[in-house]
Structures are given as C-alpha cells and as structure tokens.
DNA sequence: CCGACTATCTTGTCATTGTCAAGATGGCCA
DNA sequence: TGGCCATCTTGACAATGACAAGATAGTCGG
C-alpha cells in the first residue's frame, strides 16, 4: 500500500497512527469479517513495524472492537438519512429496516464485524479496568443509541395511532430482528445472489411490518 | 480427554476415526464458533497426530463445514419435533421458530459455526471438484431442506386458509429472516441476558406472525 | 506363504500470526 | 543542556494451518 506519508517520517505521529490502523482494518475485514482481519497486515499496510498497533490497542480484538464501532456509526448515519427522508411512520420504519440491510449487503465484511462472536464473548465477559477497554463499552452505547432510532419511530408512531399496541422494545425488536435475519441470511448463506436482493427485502419486510400496523 | 479406546491401537481405525473428529469438533466450537476451533487441538482430543485430520478434511473450513452440517441436521431434528407436537398451522410456525431460537441460545458455537462467514465465502467460490468438496454441497442441501419445512408449514396453512395470500417463499422467509434475526441478537448482542430470553422471543415472534395470519 | 500395494496415520518442516519483552528514537520540560 | 517519557522498533516464543515425506499394518495377488 502507499507509504504513509511523502515525508517518510518513520514514527512519533502520536495519536493519528490509532485512526490510520482503524482505517486501513476497515479495508481489511472486508469481505470475510474479523477473521480476515490480521494486526500484522494492518501495520505493514499501514507502514509501521508488526507491534506498533500494540500501543493503541492492547489486543487484536481491541482492534475489532474500534472497527466495529466506526461501522455502527456509519450504519447509524445511513438509517437516519434514510428515516429523514420519509414522513409516514411506517414508512420511516420500513426505509430504516430496509437501510439496514442494504449497509449489510455493500459491506458485509464491516456488518459481520460488528456482530462477531468473538466480540460478542468478550463483551459477556470483560476484564475489569483492562487498558482499551473503552474500546467495548463504546461499543455497547452505539449498538443501544442505534436500537433506539427503531423504538422512537415506533413509539412515535404507536402515539399517533399508526401502529399497533405492546411495547415499543417488542415492536421495534420484530423489526430489527427481520431486518437483521434478513441481512444475515443474505450474506451467510448464498441467499438470492441472483434475483434483486433488495426488492426482495421489501418484499419480506413489508410483509412484517405489516403485523406491526395499526387495524 | 479420555483416550480414544482402552486397547490404545495407535492408527488404522478407518472411516470411524472421520466421525469421531466431527465429535470432538463438535465439542470445540462451543461457545465460539469457527474462531474456537483449532485443528490441530481436535486431533489431540482425539488421541492422534496433528495431521492426521488432513485424510478426511483438506482444509480446517471443510471440518467446519462437517461441523456445521451435523448442526444443521440437528435442528432440523429439533425443529420437525416441536411442529409435530402441535396441530394449528399458526401453532406449528410458531413452534418452529421457537426451536430454532431455543436451538441457537442451547448451542451458540454450534449456530455460529453453521452460518460463519468462512463458510459462506467458500461456498460463493467453490474451487472446482476439489476433493472433500462433498462437505459443501451437503451444506447447501440441508440448509434447503430446513427452509423447508418453514415453506411446508406455510403452504399447507394458506390452503386451509390459515395465512394470508402470497408467496409462500416470502411468508416463510419473513418468518425464518425474524427467527434467525433474533437468535443472532441474543447471542451476538448480550441482548436479555437477565430477562427469560424465549419469552421475550415468543413475544416478538407473535407480533411478527401476527402478519402471516389471514384476516 | 510371501512380497508388494495402498489406505491410514506420523513426523518433520515452513511461513504466518498474536503476544510479550527489551531496546531505540526524538520531542519536551526542568 | 540533560534527562524523562511517550512512541515506535526489533527480537523472540509458542501456536497454528498447510505441506511433504516417511512409517505401519492390513490386504491381495502370485
């Protein structure tokens, strides 16, 4: 890859070489996820020697963590650009649903990322006070502030008489849950790699928010 | 682990010892998945060399895929049973996705194993007739025959008028995409490690199949 | 009954990886 | 100016997946 800079400075750039290694690994776990991810490589793609990431991130899955988390901010931003777009409250909920997926569908390797079970297992299972544990509660906050774009919609939509009654956490789970199995089985089993993938996903999804409508 | 048998004969066990590799595998992938199994370890549980797993399996992803095979035909099993068990089409969908949730929750690294990335990646780029290649296709069949069942489920219901109109595709796809969506977010996200997580789960699935009924 | 064949398993090796420990470098502050 | 320290490098180690070559035992043809 292109050196890291023309002035081939070869250290001491302080804290931009953590946003270089979280960039460059953002390239890397594509398209097989965590498991394609490797600090060596990042490093050597990024220029610097095998340990230089150790710095910033203690372990390999420290990494992941930070990686996973740039991806949930973009998905989040994709889901309300898309939620802005619409005014009808079933509409809004299907566009976030259906922009779920389709960030899944264009980078599957940061989706998969985001939801590996290796971070998943730490995460039930963190060391207490670790250095670069930010890393992972972070992540926690981002995975809860994105569900809640889901359950205002619903809530907002429930106030006003579009959707149906139950709790909000329940009704915005279904669709999560649809929208998130639905993403996984277009990635992780070779689901409908040849017919419209999307439409498709309208399809499936208008059929279960359909169970979320007021009648 | 205990030693393969009391009378300690070193090798030449034939096809019993392939079985006893995906036994041993079985084992391994809990609670992690595909990231927890080693080769190499499994052949120790076994009592053999490190190479010996190499006559059966080329590569560590087509032990996996034995792997997540035998997943699969276990579910399937635990699947067909609870649709026995009930006798309303609704019920029986409903069953069925419970125990694919329930399923998942009992063998996370199992579940995990069978729709790991790996697996799917290889199985969009099948290196052709290479030897062991029969792991891979056997995947994609009995991954079929699981959707299946929740198609079956559906068509017999609509014909009794139980569903909606539609295509009993998209039906059962709404309701495995929900299914497999919120096994993922229990385990994949600590989600409801304090609630009773298959209440939670018939909760949610309702309100999803409350969009398949016919009304 | 003997010798060769073959499937089955073993031993040895290599490149790669994650992690740790120790050393070098250069800016910053007393 | 001189020392301190964050930052990065070099070096090392064990583990792994993969490959090659060798050993072992049952079998089969003569």
Known sequence: MAPRDSKKQ????????????VEEALRQVEPLGIAGLSAREVARGV?????????????????????AAAGFEQMYESIEAAVRARRKHSEKLLAACLAYVEFALERRGLYR??????????????????KGLDDFTNLSQLKAKGFGVFVDIVRDG????????????????????????????FIDEGLGVRIDRMAHARQVMEIVLDGLEAR
Chains 1, 2 share one sequence.
Request: glycine residues 8%; charged residues 20%.
């Open 10 to 21: 070869a250290y001491h750039w302080g804290e931009q070489l953590r946003g270089d290694l």
């Open 113 to 130: 990322t985001m939801y590996a079970p290796e971070l998943a297992e730490r995460l039930n299972n963190l060391p207490r006070s670790r």
């Open 158 to 185: 429930q106030a006003e008489g579009a959707f149906r009654a139950g709790k909000a956490d329940d009704l915005a789970r279904a669709a999560t849950a649809a929208a998130h199995g639905l993403a996984r089985q």
């Open 47 to 67: 220029g610097v020697s095998h340990a230089a990431p150790a710095h910033y991130f203690p372990d390999r899955l420290a990494l992941a963590a930070a990686v």
